[in-house]
């Protein structure tokens, strides 16, 4: 018996706690391997170099360079599964900012919505870029 590959997550935040929480619900998964960084110019470098499964991209970085990047990383990765994590409900977020999965950060139970979801993403292969999923 074959051991499927780990789902290689990029987590882009600064929110530490946010962080702590989906490693700790990342680690619990031996078929998960997580990656943080705290900006968008890292998380650009870490896309770049490839081996990236799934971004969660905390849209409270910084919004406008969020959404900027959002759609640069749409541009050039049109496939790549995309989670938004914020403190607001999605019907607040810009209408720009498609997604295929949505985790609102409150309580320690947020890391394992993007450990679920993450896991949902790149098991169904994601092609479509709209929102389809909530997890709260």
């Known amino acids: 018996m ?6 290689r997550l990029l987590v882009v935040t600064d929110d ?6 989906t490693a ?4 619990r998964s031996s078929a998960m391997d997580v ?3 705290s900006t968008l110019a890292a998380a650009r470098e870490s896309i770049m170099e490839g081996g990236i499964d799934c971004v969660v991209l905390d849209t409270e970085l910084s919004p406008d360079r969020v959404e900027i990047f959002h759609q640069s ?4 990765h049109p496939t790549l599964p995309v ?5 607001r409900p999605s ?10 999965a949505f985790v609102e950060k409150e309580g320690p139970e947020m890391g394992a ?13 994601v092609v479509d870029d709209t929102a389809s999923a909530t997890i709260e």
């Open 2 to 7: 074959t051991v499927a590959p780990a789902v």
């Open 16 to 21: 530490s706690l946010f962080d702590e929480y």
């Open 24 to 27: 700790a619900a990342v680690r």
């Open 35 to 37: 990656r943080s960084v």
């Open 73 to 76: 990383l749409r541009r050039e």
């Open 83 to 87: 989670i938004l994590a914020a403190g």
């Open 91 to 100: 019907a607040e977020l810009p209408a720009a900012l498609s997604y295929h």
């Open 113 to 125: 919505g993007v450990a679920n979801a993450a896991r949902v993403l790149t098991a169904a292969g």
